[in-house]
């Protein structure tokens, strides 16, 4: 089978899911999913810019409030509010990475990790009294389409799976774009790529943008699906979990990124009932990030080479 038909194969299981599973394993598809695009945005900024960002979380967060804050005070519908909670997340993210750009590597990832924190108890002493403190925000509105309210696992399964095929094959251009083309120099080397006229700062913002953007219109869709949050919610850990994901899958990879999302959301409800194994679960997969960076640090589904077309009499 071809790679094409292979994943219109999955994507056909996966639409068919909710007529041989259970609403728990639903639900559970439903939070690979949310992951998935947390993630895919996160690679955004680690896959394809190669800066180490572990304050996702921060921006998860951001939308999240945002789509609770305003559904819940002017009963604004939460769908709309996806493209609100993405621009003022990219606008958090524009104000919190502009006078740190300029780190590299462990150093702009332990600012990072600050991010989340200061975000967290930011919300738990309930900044401007607006966000509910420790206790979050309650009441939030269940979705609508097209006059259809969203409100079962399977109904939010192609909600977020269909929001998930959309940024699949936007960042799938993006990738191949000119711009995707400047971030990957951009990760290889960044003296070579400034070298060669690339404005290093104005990219590596907006790739912190774009992944903010996205991440909180995916806030927008966990607000809605959970109709409340609270700041334990979006802690240090979740930045870990997408970290985690990103690196597993394959850096800069979006198939390998899905994958690492059914591996590190999915694959642990399967042993859930396994009693000392499940507890133990976040330990076998801390070894096995260990073993992959010693054995295959390009991630379990890489990035496939890029191919560009040969011109006419263009000599190898």
Avoid: C
């Avoid at 996806?82 to 990832?109: C, E, K, N, Q, T």
């Avoid at 993006?174 to 104005?202: C, K, M, P, Q, W």
């Avoid at 949050?229 to 597993?248: C, D, G, K, Q, R």
């Amino acid at each position: 089978m071809t790679r094409k038909a292979i994943y219109l194969a999955l994507a056909t299981l996966l639409a068919l899911s909710p007529f041989f599973l259970n609403a728990y394993w639903v639900d559970v598809l439903n939070s690979v999913g949310l992951y998935a695009l947390l993630a895919l945005s996160l690679n955004i900024i680690l896959g394809h810019a190669g800066l180490f960002h572990m304050g996702h979380a921060a921006f998860y967060a951001v939308g999240a409030y945002t789509t609770a804050i305003l559904n819940t005070s002017f009963d604004i519908p939460v769908l709309w509010l996806m493209p609100v909670s993405g621009v003022v997340a990219g606008l958090f993210a524009l104000v919190v990475a502009r006078p740190i750009i300029h780190l590299r590597g462990d150093y702009l990832l332990i600012v990072t990790i600050g991010f989340v924190e200061i975000v967290r108890i930011a919300l738990i002493n309930d900044i401007f009294g607006i966000t509910g403190g420790s206790n979050g925000i309650f009441g939030i509105d269940r979705p609508y389409l097209f006059g259809f309210k969203i409100r079962k696992p399977h109904h939010f399964l192609y909600l977020i799976w269909g929001f998930a095929g959309l940024t699949i094959f936007l960042f799938h251009r993006l990738e191949n774009s000119r711009f995707g083309r400047a971030l990957n120099y951009l990760r290889e080397d960044e003296v070579a790529a400034e070298g060669s006229g690339i404005n290093t700062t104005h990219y590596k913002l907006i790739a912190f943008v774009i992944g903010a953007v996205w991440a909180g219109m995916v806030g927008t869709l966990y607000a809605a699906k959970m109709t409340i949050i609270a700041p334990e919610s979006f802690n240090f850990w979740e930045s870990v979990v997408m970290f985690m994901i990103v690196l597993l899958g394959g850096s800069g990879s979006i198939r390998g990124v899905i994958l690492g999302a059914f591996i590190v959301i999915g694959l642990p409800e399967l042993f859930r009932g396994l009693g000392d194994f499940s507890q133990a679960r976040m330990l076998i997969f801390g070894a096995a990030m260990v073993v992959m960076m010693i054995f295959r640090n390009e991630g379990l589904l890489p990035p496939l080479p890029r191919k560009y077309p040969l011109k006419e009499n263009q000599i190898l």
